[in-house]
């Protein structure tokens, strides 16, 4: 078992070499706006995950998903050569949720930022129902 800092240090390695082998080396033009987000490597370093997001709509991504898939051999072989160690890690690509779980966050902290603003405008010209204090005090007259 491998320690964590060289787990950490072979993702950073992989990371970089698939990213630069996605501009260079695969000619898929599915994958033309796939970005690598992330890699994680398992401890015994047999299988790197690699989290990646794709610019585009629905069906892009799912191009991107089967072009990744198709090119997996390749890339596979050119971490492999590059990075130089005795068992070359199988890779597995994950869409990355990241963007479009900070775009729905984004939306929602605005909808609150708008519905905030709303109950100030309220709050300034809002009137008490009853009286403005509706407890007895002791030293009011009971009449």
């Known amino acids: 078992m491998a320690d964590k800092a060289r787990a950490l240090k072979l993702a950073g390695t992989i990371k970089k070499i698939v990213a630069r082998a996605l501009q260079t080396e695969i000619k898929d033009p599915r994958l033309t706006f796939?970005?690598?987000t992330d890699v994680r490597v398992t401890g015994d370093l047999q299988q790197a995950s690699v989290f990646y997001t794709v610019l585009g709509t629905d069906e892009e991504r799912e191009d991107a998903a089967k072009g990744l898939a198709?090119?997996?051999?390749?890339?596979?072989?050119?971490?492999?050569?590059?990075l130089g160690i005795r068992l070359t890690p199988t890779l597995e690509f994950h869409l990355d949720a990241v963007p479009e779980?900070?775009?729905?966050?984004?939306?929602?902290?605005h909808e609150a930022h708008v519905r905030d603003e709303e109950l100030k405008r309220l709050r300034e010209t809002a009137e008490y129902a009853g009286e403005s204090d509706p407890y007895k005090h002791p030293d009011e007259d009971e009449s």
């Open 34 to 36: 796939v970005t690598v």
């Open 70 to 82: 198709k090119a997996k051999g390749r890339l596979r072989a050119i971490v492999g050569s590059q």
């Open 101 to 109: 779980t900070a775009a729905s966050l984004d939306r929602a902290l």
